[in-house]
């Protein structure tokens, strides 16, 4: 089992950036494909970003390809998620979650673990 905490969310202006991180504790991070999921209000979790076990393979959702990037330091069992050129539509609680899959996905129902959600917040 692992247990995730995010950091790092906020208000920002659009064209800004943040930059979110993820700590594990538990079981050996590596162990785990991360990924970044998002809920605006009144709408589904979606998903955002994923990467693999070694850090190797990464995938986006089509909205912020080009703008975000995720990455992780297994040494420091966390998982981060760089966000520049923030837009309105950005807004949302944002989630990392850990999947026992070895590939990567964004299948939020291959998840098996949550954190409880950090606020981002991007005035236009």
């Known amino acids: 089992q692992v247990q995730l905490v995010e950091s790092g969310g906020g208000l920002v202006q659009a064209g800004g950036s943040l930059r979110l991180s993820c700590a594990a504790s538990?079981?050996?991070?590596?162990?785990?494909?991360m990924g970044w999921f998002r809920q605006a209000p009144g709408k589904e979790r979606d998903f955002v970003a994923s990467?693999?076990?070694?850090?190797?393979?990464?995938r986006y959702a089509d909205s912020v390809k080009g703008r975000f990037t995720i990455s992780r330091d297994n040494a420091e069992n966390t998982v981060y998620l760089q966000m520049n050129s923030l837009k309105p539509e950005d807004t949302a609680v944002y989630y990392c979650?850990?999947?026992?899959?070895?590939?990567?996905?964004?299948?939020?129902?291959?998840?098996?673990?949550w954190g409880q959600g950090t606020q981002v917040t991007v005035s236009s």
């Open positions: 990467i693999s076990r070694s850090g190797g393979s990464t």
């Open positions: 538990g079981r050996t991070f590596s162990y785990y494909t």
């Open positions: 979650s850990a999947s026992t899959l070895a590939t990567i996905t964004s299948r939020l129902g291959e998840y098996d673990y």
